[in-house]
Structures are given as structure tokens and as C-alpha cells.
């Protein structure tokens, strides 16, 4: 079974510019996570999708993030403008729950330097 | 809204036991996971408790506490492939997605 799959892994920009990551989760998983990570952090939600749909987006910054999730596979998080602090390693997952269990999978990260 | 609590370092030697805590608050409790994260790696799941009790994966195992807030994981028979950094991480009944504690970052020595 292929896992999350994200890109790019790493991207360099300056303040201001924008920039855009991109998703393919695992396949039949409907619930999608974008958490963004920063160094010697633990992964913090940014949104959260249920197929197409949001189900939460409350730590979203929505004046420069946004995300979509069409056809309710691949999902995209865009930032625009990139500020110093949105350097971080974004990270996508996919979840199944069975029995009442829900597992996480993650995507290996985008790594996002902004100078 | 949601916090947790654990360590951020343990040093432990090849072969030894290691037990990492972790204390929550949160509202509407669900459950308590467990993953591990390599430097430069993604987190990986590794255990999940539900109900009070111990759940023993291998050479892991959780323990969960729901009426005292705690759980801890621990690591048996260490081995150098186990220096990570371990995640507690909440999820509460009314979302699914993962609130995740600062992590604890584990050095197995030989």
C-alpha cells in the first residue's frame, strides 16, 4: 500500500513570496490533515478535511493560508504571503478509523525555508 | 483547550528499559497516542490507548490513566534505532485530529 505522498520536500523562498504544497493521501482514507511542524515542536493542526469537506480550520491564519481539498483526494495548502515564521516542516496525513481506533499516517513533510 | 505535558529528554543505554510520561487536560477526552519521529522523518504511529490499561505492541507498550490524566510509553530492550522523539499526542470527542504534546527526545547510548 503506497503511503502519503507529498511535494515538494523542501522549497526556499523570501518573505512575502508565495508558496504551495501539495498532498496525495493514502487511498480510501477520507480524512485528510495538514499539520505544520516547527523545529523541536510537535506538529500543530492547521486544518482538517472529511472528503471534501472542512471540519476544522480554527488555527488556520486564514489572512495568508489557504487549503482545498478537490474531488475529496489530493488536497493543496497554499501560503500567500510567506512570512519568517512560517518556516516549518508541513506535514500532510491521512486517517482510518476502525473500531472506534483511529490511525494517523503522515506524509514525509515539506520542508519550507523563508528568508 | 488542550495541553500536554512530557519530558524533554531521556538518555537511556542500549538494552535498558525506558518509560516516558505524559500528562494531559483537555476537554472530552477520546484517546491517547503515541508516535515516533526521526530526525528529518515523519511521526510514525506506534500505540493508541482508548481505556485505562496497558497495551503492549512488541517491545512497546502504553498505559493510559484516563482518571489520573497520565500516560506513559515504555521502551523495552532498548536499541540505538530507538533515539527519536516520542509525541503524546490527545484526541478529543468532538474532532479527530491529533493535539500533539512538545515531544520527548530519547539518546540511547551504547
Known amino acids: 500500500e503506497a503511503g502519503v505522498a507529498q511535494s515538494p520536500r523542501y522549497k526556499i523562498i523570501e518573505k512575502r513570496q508565495s508558496v504551495a504544497f501539495w498532498c496525495n493521501p493514502i487511498s480510501g482514507h477520507a480524512t485528510l490533515y495538514w499539520y505544520q511542524q516547527i523545529l523541536g515542536q510537535g506538529p500543530k493542526l492547521l486544518i482538517q478535511f472529511q472528503n471534501n469537506g472542512v471540519v476544522d480550520d480554527s488555527q488556520l491564519p486564514k489572512d495568508r493560508f489557504s487549503a482545498e481539498r478537490l474531488k475529496g483526494v489530493d488536497s493543496t495548502l497554499k501560503i500567500q504571503p510567506a512570512k519568517l515564521e512560517d518556516s516549518a516542516v508541513y506535514l500532510c496525513?491521512?486517517?482510518?478509523?476502525?473500531?472506534?481506533?483511529?490511525?494517523?499516517?503522515f506524509g514525509p513533510g515539506t520542508r519550507l525555508l523563508v528568508l | 483547550g488542550q495541553s500536554l505535558e512530557q519530558p524533554s529528554e531521556v538518555t537511556a543505554v542500549e538494552g535498558a528499559i525506558v518509560q516516558i510520561n505524559c500528562t494531559y487536560q483537555?476537554?472530552?477526552?477520546?484517546?491517547l497516542s503515541w508516535y515516533q519521529q526521526h530526525d528529518g522523518g515523519a511521526p510514525t504511529f506506534l500505540s493508541y490507548?482508548?481505556?485505562?490499561g496497558l497495551e503492549e505492541t512488541g517491545r512497546f507498550s502504553s498505559f493510559l490513566s484516563r482518571s489520573d490524566s497520565y500516560g506513559y510509553l515504555l521502551l523495552q530492550e532498548l536499541q540505538m534505532k530507538d533515539s527519536a522523539s516520542y509525541f503524546c499526542a490527545v484526541t478529543d470527542t468532538g474532532r479527530r485530529a491529533l493535539t500533539f504534546g512538545s515531544g520527548t527526545r530519547l539518546q540511547v547510548q551504547p
Open positions: 490507548n482508548g481505556l485505562d
Open positions: 496525513a491521512s486517517s482510518l478509523r476502525r473500531g472506534g481506533k483511529e490511525t494517523q499516517y
Open positions: 483537555t476537554s472530552g477526552f477520546y484517546g
